[in-house]
């Protein structure tokens, strides 16, 4: 009897890691590959920073984390006009500034700028492509 029941659980429990299995999979499949903006650098003033993205191939739905400790820098994900003029005034979409940001990619050309006066000008900003 007792054997009967310990089958039963052990089904049980290959079902729920089954389950459990599916949904982080889906998960991922939803959010897609996590991209550190400047790798190791992270979201910071150099050069490098705006070509970061140049040599790679994201989707739809990859996610961007922009890692800064400055407490000055923030994130504006702007449109195409605010990331030619540099400025985020009538061109913003969102504001993130908490440090480390999680930003899912749409369809399309995503534009970000750092959003403080002149380090855009610097080259703190990219723009990326998701098919």
């Known amino acids: 009897m007792s054997g009967t029941r310990v089958g039963a659980q ?3 429990m290959v079902i729920i890691f089954g389950l459990l299995c599916l949904l982080l999979q889906s998960e991922e499949a939803r959010h897609g590959t996590e991209y550190v903006v400047g790798d190791d650098k992270g979201w910071d003033l150099y050069p490098e920073v705006s070509n970061w993205g140049k040599d790679k191939h994201f989707k739809v739905g990859d996610v961007l984390v922009f890692k800064y400790s400055n407490p000055l820098f923030s994130v504006a994900a702007v449109d195409a006009k605010g ?5 985020a005034k009538g061109h ?8 480390h940001d999680h930003v899912v990619l749409k369809k399309g050309q ?5 959003n403080v006066i002149d380090y855009c000008g610097y080259g703190m900003r990219i723009a990326v492509h998701a098919e």
């Open 10 to 12: 052990s089904r049980a």
């Open 83 to 87: 990331y030619q003029s540099c400025s």
């Open 92 to 99: 913003l979409k969102k504001l993130y500034n908490s440090g």
């Open 110 to 114: 995503n534009y970000f700028i750092c």
